[in-house]
Nanobody, 114 residues
Framework: QVQLVESGGGLVQPGGSLRLSCAASGIIFNRNDMGWYRQAPGKERELVARISVSAITNYADAVKGRFTISRDNAKNTVYLQMNSLKPDDTAVYYC????????WGKGTLVTVSS
């Protein structure tokens, strides 16, 4: 059974940083591209960062230069380092293997507010 468990969210002031983690089980992690998605209130879920099996990264324009995705295949974990956070980054963040292939986890809430 596939499980994706996100963690690391919280309340942060504008300009602050957070590091999200996603632990995957039930999949052959090192054979999957992985991605971080987010869903803001009243909006559709969107892919914001993607890392290939060979660690090539891609980012949505809204987060480029501020977010960094990485992976640790030994730990079956993908990370999202988020810097210079803005109120518009407020959302529930999820990981999955694009397009997405697997059932969603519960996500982790990131709130950027002063």
């Amino acid at each position: 059974q596939v499980q994706l468990v996100e963690s690391g969210g919280g309340l942060v002031q504008p300009g602050g940083s957070l590091r999200l983690s996603c632990a995957a089980s039930g999949i052959i992690f090192n054979r999957n591209d992985m991605g971080w998605y987010r869903q803001a209130p009243g909006k559709e879920r969107e892919l914001v960062a993607r890392i290939s099996v060979s660690a090539i990264t891609n980012y949505a324009d809204a987060v480029k230069g501020r977010f960094t995705i990485s992976r640790d295949n030994a730990k079956n974990t993908v990370y999202l380092q988020m810097n210079s956070l803005k109120p518009d980054d407020t959302a529930v963040y999820y990981c999955n293997a694009p397009p997405p292939y697997y059932n969603w986890g519960k996500g982790t809430l990131v709130t950027v507010s002063s």
